[in-house]
């Protein structure tokens, strides 16, 4: 378990993870509205060495970051109702594509995932506070 204290910190711990990260990894993110999932995909596109602006794809279901060490396939299933949509956005390309996948909102649909799948979790402890759970020691 980490604790951070910042949307900087939380980044700093996303770019970390894009560290020990290689092609054909899934990254799933969990925690309620406001957790800091984005701040921590904004961390690991640049820890990629990637200078790309990070956003949220909410509405998108997906957006692509290039020009680091490999593609980031950013993904936000908060919006989406059925394992079925989520398959009918392309997943299973996605998956097996010549990226790494970051899923928001993971936790909806975990039976698409692969069981090899690196789970994280952000809790909000208070209006700064941030209680990460999945990263220690990897």
Known sequence: MLTTHSDVETAALGARCAESCRIGHVVALSGDLGAGKTQFVKGFVAGTGSDTEVTSPTFTLVHEYT????????F???RL?????VLRAGLDEYLFGDGVCVIEWADRFRELLPESTRWISIQIADETTRVIRGLSGK
């Open 81 to 85: 109702e059925s394992p079925e949509a």
């Open 76 to 78: 936000d299933w908060y």
């Open 67 to 74: 020009g680091g060490r490999f593609p980031v396939y950013h």
